[in-house]
């Protein structure tokens, strides 16, 4: 089973820029779909933007248009990138891989994805 590690929180005001990476442990892995994920506290956790196979992308509504979603390192790094932070962006994001065959979406259930990582803080003060 691959590990992943990300990385790149902080503490940021609103309007910063913050670039998390999520690195897996190897190459040997189905990463058809991979994604993003956000954990506020009371809230559900959910998907941000995911990243599939053929490099299509899709972004949650509420970052659409200021966050960027890439894989780099020939798919062994993932990164996100948070242009305009706001407030309710803060949150716990996560990164997650799930198998070729499933519906690449934000809206794709989480339990779907088999590989998680610990997670990295981020925080967007006013």
């Known amino acids: 089973q691959v590990r992943l590690e990300e990385s790149g929180g902080g503490s940021v005001q609103v309007g910063g820029f913050l670039r998390l990476s999520c690195t897996a442990s190897s190459q040997d892995y189905n990463r058809g779909c991979m994604s993003w994920f956000r954990h506020s506290p009371g809230k559900r956790r959910k998907g941000v933007a995911t990243?599939?196979?053929?490099?299509?992308?899709t972004y949650a509504d509420s970052v659409n248009g200021r966050f960027t979603i890439s894989s780099v390192n020939a798919n062994n790094t993932l990164a996100l990138q948070m242009y305009s932070l706001k407030p309710e962006d803060t949150a716990m994001y996560y990164c997650a891989t799930a198998p070729s065959w499933i519906y690449c979406s934000v809206e794709t259930g989480r339990n779907l994805f088999e590989n998680w990582g610990q997670g990295t803080q981020v925080t967007v003060s006013s």
């Open positions: 990243f599939d196979s053929a490099g299509a992308t």
